[in-house]
């Protein structure tokens, strides 16, 4: 359910999309077994990128 999340929110309609799309499949050409890490970095990035438009850049 987080990878359908992740998905949505990162490699639909952000702005960040095309590198998501593009770490997303070199780690699952290269290293399959890190996938779910990559994703979970991937999430963690959007979530520190919010956090310092919103409270940070204002």
């Given at each position: 359910?987080?990878?359908?999340?992740a998905?949505?929110?990162?490699?639909?309609?952000?702005?960040?999309?095309?590198?998501?799309?593009k770490?997303?499949?070199?780690?699952?050409?290269?290293?399959?077994r890190?996938?779910?890490?990559?994703?979970?970095?991937?999430?963690?990035?959007?979530?520190?990128?919010?956090?310092?438009?919103?409270?940070?850049?204002?």
């Amino acid at each position: 359910m987080t990878l359908f999340h992740a998905i949505y929110r990162l490699g639909i309609p952000g702005r960040e999309r095309l590198y998501f799309w593009k770490v997303m499949l070199r780690t699952l050409c290269k290293c399959p077994r890190l996938f779910p890490q990559a994703v979970t970095l991937a999430i963690y990035g959007y979530h520190f990128r919010t956090i310092c438009e919103r409270y940070i850049l204002r």
